[in-house]
């Protein structure tokens, strides 16, 4: 599979590899590996997590040793924009957008449900005119973009969960089938297919479940929420470690194992990316640092379908006035152990490009 997207960045220029001569100027296609996965990084850009600085993003690759091929931030339908200029900063540095485009309004704040952005809403047309302007600032954007729309809805603390729409209620005649999920999926198509239909072929769509569901119900499986091949490009996943320091510790291999399989069996054809993994740093808690190695050894010898990993480099500060540390230095540990993991060849830092093939 490959991308088809046209290039027109100097910033091109850096992802070619040694062997190959792109001309940036040109129509080009983003191959995926065929060995090996790209690596990327979603680098503490604020609070609506758009604030992306080149300097944040250099220093963070220094930070780690390496060049990052993906560079993730998000689009809330709260800030009514697109994000062009930070789009143009991340090509031009030679990295591929993700960006995280979520209907959601302020304050952001989760487990609050549906709001003026809700998925019936969407649906019946209200938002007609934000999702034209954002689909052709994308289409004028013309680069290669990556898009999750909705993600990690089979949890319950955005409003875009199908808890929120009738959750579990099945509907009637169609067994197997549920109100929430049913509802989230025909949102999805009619977002995707109003995009297209502007002519912004330059996005790939992520389908982007979190490893576990929240309930852990039939019903709000990941699967129940898939929208189908012809809407999807790529399969996603969130897997976090602890987060909060009244949550248990897991390690990373039972976050992914079981999950990892339920999303592959989703659709045989589709690549795969782990699209935010993380974990926090508490004392009398794990070994993060043996976290991230591990995160790296399953990642690389057991997942085969995953072509991409995208860390999630954040820090805040909760209610109780505790604080989640993301950051991959949250230690000198677990930092020394991402660099080790990332140097490994098999994670690939600069996107491999080729000559867009002619129309059919």
């Known amino acids: 599979m490959v991308l088809a997207l046209s290039c027109f960045s100097?910033?091109?220029?850096r992802h070619a590899t040694a062997?190959?001569?792109?001309?940036?100027n040109a129509p080009v296609e983003v191959v995926l590996p065929k060995k090996g996965a790209y690596t990327g990084a979603f680098i503490d850009f604020g609070d609506a997590e758009d604030a992306v600085a080149l300097e944040t993003i250099e220093d963070f690759e220094q930070m780690v040793g390496k060049h990052q091929a993906i560079i993730a931030s998000s689009s809330y339908w709260g800030e009514q924009s697109?994000?062009?200029?930070?789009?143009?900063?991340?090509?031009?540095?030679?990295?591929l957008p993700l960006v995280f485009w979520s209907p959601w309004?302020?304050?952001?704040?989760?487990?609050?449900?549906?709001?003026?952005?809700?998925?019936?809403?969407?649906?019946?047309?209200?938002w007609n005119r934000y999702i034209d302007d954002w689909a052709d600032a994308a289409r004028a954007f013309g680069k290669p973009l990556i898009v999750s729309f909705g993600d990690e809805m089979n949890g319950d603390w955005f409003p875009w969960s199908g808890t929120y729409y009738g959750g579990s209620k099945p509907i009637p005649g169609r067994p197997?089938?549920?109100?929430?999920?049913?509802?989230?999926?025909?949102?999805?198509?009619y977002v995707v297919t109003r995009v297209r239909a502007r002519g912004a072929h330059n996005i790939q769509w992520l389908f982007q479940t979190n490893n576990y569901s929240s309930p852990v119900d039939k019903w709000n499986s990941a699967p129940a929420y898939y929208p189908g091949a012809a809407y999807v490009d790529w399969?996603?996943?969130s897997v976090y470690g602890q987060q909060f320091s009244d949550e248990p510790w897991s390690d990373f291999p039972p976050l992914i194992d079981w999950p990892y399989q339920e999303m592959a069996a989703i659709d045989p054809t589709k690549p795969t990316m782990i699209a935010e993994w993380a974990a926090g740093?508490?004392?009398?808690?794990?070994?993060?640092?043996?976290?991230?190695r591990d995160a790296f050894e399953v990642m690389r010898t057991k997942l085969p379908r995953v072509k991409a990993a995208v860390y999630w480099h954040e820090r805040w500060q909760n209610e109780d006035q505790t604080y989640s540390n993301l950051h991959l230095n949250s230690s000198p540990e677990a930092l020394a152990a991402y660099r080790k993991g990332v140097a490994d060849p098999y994670w690939l830092g600069n996107l491999i490009l080729r000559p867009q093939a002619p129309a059919k």
């Open 235 to 237: 399969l996603g996943l």
């Open 82 to 95: 697109f994000p062009s200029a930070s789009l143009q900063m991340i090509w031009r540095h030679g990295s």
């Open 10 to 13: 100097l910033g091109c220029e």
């Open 19 to 24: 062997t190959t001569k792109v001309d940036p």
């Open 281 to 292: 740093e508490f004392p009398k808690s794990g070994n993060k640092a043996e976290w991230i």
């Open 105 to 126: 309004d302020r304050p952001y704040e989760q487990k609050k449900g549906p709001d003026r952005f809700n998925l019936n809403a969407i649906l019946a047309g209200d």
């Open 176 to 189: 197997d089938e549920w109100e929430g999920p049913e509802l989230f999926k025909r949102a999805f198509r």
